[in-house]
């Protein structure tokens, strides 16, 4: 191969990652930046990302210890858990 022959492969590569072609593969899609519920409450990754931790915790909780939760002490045990870790208790 030439140096030039590698040099197109390799911009051909970047260029393909870049447009994103693994999506189509494996049914990714994009989110929106921001979705608003019928409420009008406008969520946005902060919020996705602490349902899907609220998620995880309480299936956690289920598996390891028989314990149901609601959202609301999920959200709760989170919030001493960030506390905990930043240092404030």
Do not use: C
């Not at 072609?21 to 602490?50: C, F, I, L, N, Y």
């Amino acid at each position: 191969m030439t140096y030039k022959s590698i040099e197109n492969t390799i911009r051909s590569v970047v260029t393909e990652q870049k447009q994103g072609s693994w999506m189509a593969d494996t049914g990714w899609k994009k989110k929106e930046p921001t979705k608003t519920d019928k409420s009008g409450a406008v969520h946005g990754g902060q919020s996705r990302a602490r349902h899907l931790a609220q998620m995880a915790l309480k299936k956690k909780m289920k598996e390891n210890f028989n314990i149901d939760m609601t959202d609301e002490q999920a959200d709760d045990l989170l919030e001493s858990i960030q506390k905990i870790t930043e240092g404030e208790e």
